[in-house]
């Protein structure tokens, strides 16, 4: 089991180095579902993954039924990063949703908020690392593409950076309450301290990067993070993880929370500004000629990665008295 894991791991890898077209600064929903369905042989890793057994009771006594176990990745998230509303790379969905909040927050706070801190690339700036964006978390159009029924709704609003000014603008410092957030190391998107893409930690939207493509997948594993766990100090709704339950008629087991560098934590796969396979984020490109995200840049600064998780399921045929597992989840 382990080698296929390894071999799967090395296929995506792969594949994140290979674009499937050119640079564009927007994508839409119908390319959302079509790059979905294209990529779903390859991202989901679909497999049978084990037995569930049933037992079924009549007038005549009571029998035990089995149905098959399936598991796939799926397309949760989509996960957006961006300088400011007008240039959302979701600009149908993202752009309504953030003009609203944004409106919204304003009128509450009886004060506008600034677009990004002023944190586009000024001439004066000495401090070029350092990036600041705004960014949202959107149920992908083609989540019901897979076996499993996922635990996200497509384009419900799961977190809007705008509503959480307090913590991801770092007015509050929430984020500062966890031992990540000052211990290097602790959680990084890589392998610290040899080859790290950023820090998870704190979980704003502020992060220290040369590399602006490298800054947005930072940004989005932070999202992923929190909106996977409940009880996090961010205001967003939380997505269902870790837990089973019965769904459109299947026994649902939903993914574990995300975690960085981790198969089974999410397949990152991006939308804008390249459509690309599915990946983790963290790869070593230390002494590649080209680096993660070289041709796939934006001149807006804005980004757009689909989140997939691993999901598994059964059909329900009664009352579930357990199973037997021999995929990789």
Not at 76 to 84: A, E
Not at 94 to 107: C, D, E, Q, V, W
Not at 209 to 214: D, G, T
Not at 277 to 285: A, I, K, S, T, Y
Request: hydrophobic share 40%.
């Amino acid at each position: 089991m382990s080698r296929f894991v390894r071999h799967f791991a090395a296929s995506l890898c792969v594949g994140t180095l290979a674009s499937h077209g050119m640079a564009a600064e927007v994508t839409t929903t119908a390319a959302l579902v079509a790059q979905a369905v294209a990529s779903y042989p390859t991202c989901s890793a679909w497999h049978a993954s084990g037995i569930c057994f049933w037992l079924v009771c009549s007038p005549f006594g009571c029998s035990v039924k089995t149905s098959t176990r399936f598991s796939h990745f799926a397309p949760d998230l989509v996960v957006s990063t961006y300088h400011d509303v007008a240039t959302h790379p979701w600009p149908e969905i993202g752009i309504p949703l953030a003009a609203a909040t944004k409106t919204t927050l304003s009128s509450l706070l009886t004060t506008p908020l600034s677009d990004s801190a002023g944190t586009h690339s000024q001439g004066d700036r000495t401090d070029k690392n350092r990036r600041f964006r705004d960014a949202d978390a959107i149920g992908h159009p083609a989540t019901r593409v897979g076996t499993c029924p996922t635990a996200v709704d497509p384009f419900v609003p799961y977190y809007q950076s705008t509503l959480d000014a307090m913590v991801w603008r770092s007015y509050l410092p929430a984020e500062l309450l966890y031992p990540a957030s000052w211990i290097p190391g602790m959680r990084e998107v890589g392998s610290w301290p040899t080859n790290t893409w950023g820090n998870v930690y704190p979980r704003t939207g502020e992060v220290v990067q040369q590399h602006e493509v490298k800054g947005a997948a930072v940004l989005s594993q932070r999202i992923a993070d929190f909106v996977t766990r409940s009880g996090q100090p961010h205001v967003y709704v939380p997505v269902s993880s870790g837990k089973r339950g019965v769904r459109d008629g299947q026994l649902v087991w939903d993914p574990p929370p995300a975690m960085e560098t981790n198969l089974l934590g999410g397949l990152w796969q991006m939308n804008v500004a390249v459509p690309t396979g599915c990946h983790v984020f963290g790869l070593n490109d230390t002494l590649s000629p080209v680096s993660y995200g070289d041709a796939k840049t934006t001149q807006s600064g804005s980004y757009a990665y689909t989140l997939w998780r691993p999901y598994a399921c059964c059909r329900v045929r009664g009352k579930f008295i357990g199973y037997l597992q021999w995929g990789m989840w």
